[in-house]
């Protein structure tokens, strides 16, 4: 598991490639080392939080992405604009055909705080 200290010197372009490569490898302790105890994560134009904190993200991603060995994320594109990461991914594992996704990251303190997940509709 990554120490706080170390999330500290990661820039937000670092944390969203960290994370995502703990997804890709499903490792749930590196990933979750990515996110702030308080983590919100969004299903737009959802207006409330889907999870609020690092138990229930830690759970929804045990019991969801991390339980199939199939599901893996592709960065097509990044962006970074000062504490904000937007990644538009494809998701493959879902379904037949891989799934595009626009995610924005908004970290502070060496951590991700906040995930909004857009989807193509």
């Not at 372009?13 to 997804?23: F, S, T, V, W």
């Not at 990044?78 to 998701?91: I, P, Q």
């Not at 595009?100 to 857009?118: A, N």
Request: with cysteine; aromatic share 10%; charged share 25%.
């Amino acid at each position: 598991m990554t120490s706080p200290s170390n999330n500290a010197t990661r820039s937000p372009a670092e944390l969203a490639q960290a994370q995502l490569d703990a997804y890709n490898a499903k490792d749930l302790d590196a990933f979750c080392a990515c996110y702030a105890e308080e983590v919100r994560v969004w299903r737009m134009p959802d207006p409330m939080p889907r999870t609020s904190g690092i138990s229930s993200f830690r759970e929804s991603y045990a019991g969801g992405p991390f339980a199939n060995p199939a599901i893996r994320a592709e960065v097509r594109e990044r962006l970074v604009m000062g504490s904000k990461v937007v990644d538009y991914e494809w998701v493959h594992g879902r379904s037949a055909e891989a799934q595009p996704v626009m995610v924005v990251y908004h970290c502070r303190d060496g951590l991700i705080h906040e995930v909004y997940f857009f989807s193509p509709d």
